[in-house]
């Protein structure tokens, strides 16, 4: 039981470059979320899952698409990366509507 | 959109003494989560409430939740030196498990 993966843990872009973040999660949960996290902010929604089929925008959706693929997985793309998009990523699920489970992050530089 | 105001931002102690921080928000919350995030590392949940006034603890850690709905409040006792890290406080108010996160107490515990 692996809990909640991403990949890549680390990524370093040029500004234009587009890429996609991968989630994972084994525990069956029906929704996942991406944050990230920028010094003296806490972590700031991106988008969420509720459940498999649907996605909504969270607090800083501008910038980024996701897809849920299926229930295990949520991945996120950046179209035409920015330096304020320098950030570290989370990912996170839930069982129940509140307690989430957050994977290691990815370090995501822009340059 | 909702606020966390979390306070203190940073806090300097000796191994052994006790911890108080805190987080208010300008809304109401159903249910208070409190998390820790060692370095490199996503957030680990440590403490979760759901009832006004309801009071838990795990382990030298004890956490309330407001009688008003609005505030929380963070407790370790006896620090050590592997409490040192990153705690936040994050508040859910929807049905989805969006989570609105304050921006964090840097704990720095010296020996």
């Known amino acids: 039981n692996a809990g909640v993966t991403q990949t890549p843990k680390f990524q370093v872009l040029k500004t234009g470059q587009s890429m996609t973040l991968q989630c994972a999660q084994d525990m069956n949960h029906n929704s996942m979320y991406w944050y990230r996290q920028d010094p003296g902010m806490g972590l700031r929604l991106i988008y969420y899952s509720a459940s498999e089929g649907t996605t909504d925008k969270g607090e800083v959706p501008n910038g980024y698409n996701v897809s849920r693929l299926n229930k295990r997985e949520f991945s996120l793309r950046l179209e035409s990366a920015a330096p304020s998009q320098t950030s570290v990523y989370f990912c996170?699920?839930?069982?129940?509507?509140?307690?989430?489970?957050f994977g290691p992050g990815t370090r995501l530089t822009v340059l | 959109g909702q606020q966390l105001n979390q306070s203190p931002q940073s806090m300097f102690i000796q191994e052994g003494e006790d911890v108080s921080m805190n987080c208010t928000s300008s809304?109401?919350?159903?249910?208070w989560l409190w998390y820790k995030q060692d370095p490199g590392e996503g957030p680990v949940l440590l403490i979760a409430?759901?009832?006004?006034?309801e009071l838990t603890s795990n382990g030298r850690l004890t956490a309330q939740f407001g009688i008003t709905r609005k505030d929380s409040f963070l407790n370790i006792s006896a620090s050590i030196p592997s409490d040192v890290g990153i705690y936040f406080c994050a508040g859910s108010s929807t049905s989805y498990g969006k989570l609105t996160f304050g921006q964090g107490t840097i704990l720095t515990v010296h020996p």
């Open positions: 809304s109401i919350f159903n249910t």
């Open positions: 996170a699920s839930t069982a129940r509507t509140d307690t989430q489970y």
């Open positions: 409430l759901y009832k006004a006034g």
